[in-house]
């Protein structure tokens, strides 16, 4: 069974920084593309940023030189490392494994907000 345990959100004032971390289990961590993702009130979900089994990574445009998404194979976690905070950045986030079936946490809030 995967399982997704997302944390780190939080309120922060804009151009502050926040940390996300998702610890995964049920799956071979290191194989399997990791993604986080986010869905603000009124909006579709969108792609924040994703990453490879080998570290291979892409982001959302919004998020281009203000986020990081890194993972450590042997803790099983993917982190999303995010600077320059901006209110429309508010939403939930939630991590996704893409293998070996689609499979979501419950997500964590962020809030921008001075």
């Known amino acids: 069974q995967v399982q997704l345990v997302e944390s780190g959100g939080g309120l922060v004032q804009p151009g502050g920084s926040l940390r996300l971390s998702c610890a995964a289990s049920?799956?071979?961590?290191?194989?399997?593309?990791m993604g986080w993702y986010r869905q603000a009130p009124g909006k579709q979900r969108e792609l924040v940023a994703d990453?490879?089994?080998?570290?291979?990574?892409n982001y959302g445009d919004s998020v281009k030189g203000r986020f990081i998404i890194s993972r450590d194979n042997f803790k099983s976690t993917v982190n999303l490392q995010m600077n320059s905070l901006q209110p429309e950045d508010t939403a939930v986030y939630y991590c996704r494994s893409y293998a070996p079936f689609d499979s979501w946490g419950q997500g964590t809030q962020v809030t921008v907000s001075s």
């Open positions: 049920g799956i071979i961590f290191r194989l399997t593309k």
């Open positions: 990453i490879t089994g080998g570290y291979g990574t």
